[in-house]
């Protein structure tokens, strides 16, 4: 959108500058005329924004391809690629996860090892900057680096909005730019937010301003953004849905309380019901492929879950009103496996007017998504400042050794 009238001339150009670059970022290539039309500047100024950034180097303008009318065809614009990235890394249960991904959303590389059974967030740093060492060994040049961010799970923020964690004197950011002696200036988030911004970024909740993003994994966390924005609560602990009670005579938590609800929907609670080791996190999808084929056993565990996850779905809706619930992790493997458990639950329990428009959905990015919502966040200073001279008025010139 254009900026604010009462913007000095200066700042109308620089809002201006990212209002486009944010548009092709997101929307991919861009005929200069769409560009006229979609953020509502005339030709003569979205002509002069677009050689601003391709002198910048973080766009590239050409000509179409084809010809869809007749006259001088407007140039398309483009976000490079190929030049311009962030660097996303993860903090996942088992594994760490490198990426570079460019302007535009594009996985450019991706590194990763196992995380062993009991390593420390703390232990995770070292290894996650040995992954981005041997991932930028690859890249040219003159590529441009414009910032990093972490994705892990157990955050905490302080006083200041920084993501802390326990053992690391400092933030995780912090930590990462230290053991890597020049780092982007990394900014850490909850992985559930991170996931959920992805999704409402390019996933299947595009456009969708008032989402509830569901995680499984070894626990239930959610990403819950309202007016287009992340809800984090104090110090980053808003999202902890897994650790609502809603059966008080169900099994204890590690939390310390009783019936929390990821002990009824996490991937611990499908194995139990279905008889298998509720350790060996590989027998998740057999018992889904077993349900699918119609083992009985198998089936019944998976609808018992998927009755749990419409439970606890249900009061969340009558709580948060969303627009949409999306699934991910495992739950959006549960969620596909026992549908119609789950909306027949949706249903019966929530308030008819907060039911009637909800979208459920399964979501689409898969394990990338937090890496791609990484990337979303390290891009941000850019996008709201492409000609910043911290960020995109300097070029990388030297590979780390």
């Not at 420390?120 to 414009?146: H, I, N, Q």
């Amino acid at each position: 959108m254009p900026a604010a009238p009462s913007a000095s001339q200066e700042e109308v150009r620089r809002q201006n500058l990212g209002a486009v670059l944010r548009y092709v970022h997101l929307h991919g290539p861009t005929s200069r005329a769409e560009l006229t039309t979609r953020l509502g500047l005339n030709r003569s100024t979205i002509g002069a924004l677009a050689a601003d950034l391709a002198a910048s180097g973080l766009v590239t303008e050409e000509a179409p391809t084809t010809a869809r009318r007749a006259g001088r065809p407007s140039l398309v614009v483009s976000p490079r690629s190929d030049r311009v990235y962030a660097q996303a890394l993860s903090i996942d249960a088992d594994r760490l996860r490198a990426a570079r991904v460019g302007l535009g959303g594009r996985i450019l590389d991706l590194r990763e090892v196992a995380r062993p059974s009991g390593m420390s967030t703390v232990d995770a740093v070292g290894p996650l900057a040995d992954l981005v060492r041997d991932m930028e060994r690859c890249v040219a040049a003159d590529a441009l680096l414009v910032g990093g961010a972490v994705a892990v799970t157990d955050t905490t923020r302080d006083a200041d909005d920084r993501i802390r964690i326990v053992g690391i004197d400092g933030t995780l950011g912090a930590a990462l730019d230290a053991e890597l002696s020049a780092g982007p200036g990394f900014v850490a988030g909850d992985l559930a937010d991170i996931a959920g911004l992805a999704e409402h970024v390019r996933g299947v909740a595009a456009g969708v301003d008032d989402l509830i993003y569901l995680h499984g994994g070894l626990g239930i966390s959610a990403g819950i953004i309202m007016g287009g924005r992340l809800v984090i609560g104090h110090r980053g602990h808003s999202g902890k849905v897994g650790h609502m009670v809603v059966n008080p005579n169900g099994l204890p938590c590690g939390c310390g309380s009783r019936g929390c609800w990821e002990t009824e929907i996490s991937e611990t609670a499908l194995l139990r019901h279905a008889g298998r080791d509720p350790h060996d996190r590989a027998a998740v999808a057999e018992v889904l492929r077993a349900a699918a084929d119609g083992d009985r056993t198998a089936r019944e565990a998976v609808e018992r879950v998927a009755d749990w996850l419409g439970f606890g779905v249900a009061n969340l809706v009558n709580v948060v009103n969303p627009d949409a619930v999306v699934f991910g992790g495992s739950l959006g493997d549960i969620f596909a496996a026992g549908a119609d458990v789950v909306r027949e639950r949706l249903d019966a329990m929530p308030l008819a007017v907060s039911r009637e428009h909800l979208r459920l959905e399964a979501a689409a990015l898969g394990p990338d998504a937090v890496l791609i919502g990484a990337a979303e966040l390290a891009f941000d200073k850019l996008l709201a400042d492409p000609l910043n001279v911290g960020v995109a008025g300097q070029l990388r010139t030297t590979n780390p050794a």
